[in-house]
């Protein structure tokens, strides 16, 4: 499994699509702040919009086949484009597409001027915190100027189509579809990040920018693939084909960590996984993520996520 394949799985979301907006004309619509382990997301697959959010100093413009991932459930707003008195805009109204719930304000499907999917993916605390924790919030993606634009725009097609017929699956196949989505936005992402300069600060520190570096990204490899061997700045930097200082210097500056507290994040992530597939007892996961003894992981797993292995696996099957 390749290491965006392995870090989505570790991150275990789970998609739901909560329902398709087709606007016309002024509107205006909030969405609060979701709670921890929320990320809703929108997807247009028509016409073009605006989100305003507090992070961002000037409003996006969304357009087909733009995709907008909110990680840590950020408050936002979405508006029409014109920015027209709210005053003119006509009430919602919430119906039902034999799909999904369906929310528009006086128009059909003829006359919309915008055609919207918007969902969410629910993960986990702890597995998710390495992939998830360290994107930008909003993500936004451009896929049809995206690498594999084809691929992007045969699913985007796919979704559209599925929604429009209203066939009988048309709900699974929309969802399984988002879960692909996700993929080749992150995807997306991480080759806009590859060509950038790696000192201009729109480029997000974290696990993208690392494998968008094909010498980090050999490294990064290496750790996930064995968690539990005794890796130390200098052989890192030889996976890597380069010096120590050098290796040390361009982690550093790709992940926004050190080298040993990226490979403490994505130890913990890795046990927080194994805390949640498996029965295994907390030594023998602490053992195969590099710590000798079960004291050792228990205080570097409560340094990390602020309980002990075992609450953290209780908590977690009882849906906390």
């Not at 979301?13 to 929320?38: M, N, W, Y």
């Not at 969802?175 to 950038?196: F, I, K, V």
């Not at 210097?249 to 992530?269: Q, Y």
Request: net charge neutral; charged share 20%.
């Amino acid at each position: 499994m390749d290491t965006l394949s392995r870090l989505i799985d570790l991150a275990r979301p789970q998609a739901s699509l909560d329902l398709r907006c087709l606007f016309a004309g002024p509107f205006a619509v909030e969405h609060e702040p979701e709670a921890a382990g929320i990320a809703p997301f929108h997807l247009v697959l028509d016409g073009e919009c605006v989100v305003e959010t507090v992070q961002s100093r000037a409003p996006l413009r969304l357009r087909r086949g733009d995709f907008l991932l909110f990680a840590r459930g950020g408050a936002h707003r979405l508006r029409d484009r014109s920015a027209a008195p709210l005053r003119d805009a006509a009430p919602f109204t919430l119906s039902h597409d034999g799909v999904l719930p369906l929310r528009h304000n006086g128009t059909c499907e003829g006359t919309a001027e915008l055609d919207l999917l918007c969902g969410r993916f629910v993960y986990t605390h702890g597995p998710a915190a390495l992939l998830l924790g360290s994107l930008p919030d909003p993500l936004h993606v451009s896929l049809p100027g995206a690498h594999a634009q084809g691929a992007l725009q045969t699913l985007i097609a796919m979704m559209r189509g599925e929604a429009e017929r209203r066939e009988p699956g048309a709900l699974a196949i929309v969802t399984a579809l988002s879960h692909a989505l996700l993929a080749l936005a992150l995807r997306a992402h991480s080759g806009a990040t590859d060509t950038a300069n790696p000192a201009n600060p729109v480029v997000t520190p974290g696990v993208l920018a690392l494998l968008s570096d094909a010498r980090l990204r050999a490294s990064v490899e290496a750790m996930m693939n064995e968690p539990e061997r005794a890796w130390t700045i200098a052989t890192l930097g030889e996976v890597a084909a380069m010096s120590r200082a050098t290796y040390a210097r361009h982690f550093n500056e790709r992940a926004g960590v050190t080298v040993m507290d990226f490979l403490t994040h994505l130890r913990m992530a890795i046990a927080s996984d194994l805390l949640l597939r498996t029965q295994r007892s907390a030594a023998d996961i602490g053992m195969a993520v590099g710590y000798q003894s079960e004291a050792a992981f228990g205080k570097a797993f409560q340094q990390n996520a602020g309980i002990t292995p075992g609450r953290y696996r209780r908590q977690q099957k009882d849906g906390g």
